[in-house]
């Protein structure tokens, strides 16, 4: 079964500095991986995704993330952090192939202090 | 393009009635639609897969009784919960897979069930 780790519960950072979101995963073979963010009260929202070729992955909003076999990874970076950027982030696998049901991980909330 | 819809975006209502809450694709046929729900400040948990024309497949532990999930058309499932009570309170989102595409899923708004 697929699962997904998400250490970091909460992370603060000041505005400005950089960021890196942790996300592991557990996968039988190589996943398609996703990052989306969630504001308050809000849907989900696609950051970026991994298919296959490239492993470092740019997204919008300035966020990209590396896809690492080696370590089952799959973290998230910005340079720069904007307040506008304080969320939810949720890293999720998914497996090949069409309409395949995604797990979530558990989230991780992203304050910004100005 | 790749939009989906959900009506409503929120709804309160009383103990022991149902609510239906629709989930449209507007741009693109989606053959599967996903049913998640989200507790406060936790993770979305995936309630059930319905493809187009077919029963929907319910995650282990949900109750197929009380949360009915209807899939007519490529652009429209619907899912009803039943007798509602407190505790299905909660943050619903679906969303929806295309036809041919490599899986990617597109994500509804969500819909803020509460129910008194």
């Known amino acids: 079964a697929q699962s997904v780790t998400q250490p970091d519960i909460h992370i603060t950072v000041s505005e400005g500095a950089s960021l890196e979101l942790r996300c592991n995963y557990s996968?039988?073979?190589?996943?398609?991986l996703f990052w989306y963010v969630q504001s308050p009260g809000q849907g989900l929202q696609l950051l970026l995704k991994y298919f296959s070729g490239d492993t470092l992955v740019q997204g919008i909003k300035g966020f990209e993330a590396e896809f690492k076999r080696s370590q089952s990874s799959f973290n998230l970076r910005k340079p720069s952090v904007h307040w506008s950027d304080a969320a939810e982030y949720f890293c999720a696998v998914g497996a090949r192939g069409t309409a395949s049901k995604l797990t979530f991980g558990t989230g991780t909330r992203l304050q910004v202090t100005l | 393009g790749a939009v989906v819809s959900q009506h409503p975006s929120w709804v309160i209502c009383k103990s022991g009635t149902s609510v239906k809450i629709e989930c449209r694709s507007l741009d693109f046929q989606a053959t599967t639609m996903f049913w998640y729900r989200q507790f406060p400040k936790q993770s979305l948990m995936l309630m059930a897969t319905?493809?187009?024309?077919?029963?929907?497949?319910?995650e282990q532990g949900v109750e197929k009784d009380k949360f009915l999930i209807n899939h007519a058309s490529l652009t429209l499932s619907t899912l009803t919960v039943t007798s509602a009570h407190p505790e299905d309170s909660s943050f619903y989102i679906c969303?929806?897979?295309?036809?041919?595409?490599?899986?990617?899923?597109?994500f509804g708004p969500g819909t803020r069930l509460t129910v008194l």
């Open positions: 996968y039988g073979a190589t996943p398609y």
């Open positions: 319905s493809n187009e024309g077919s029963k929907a497949t319910y």
């Open positions: 969303s929806a897979s295309d036809r041919g595409g490599l899986g990617e899923q597109f």
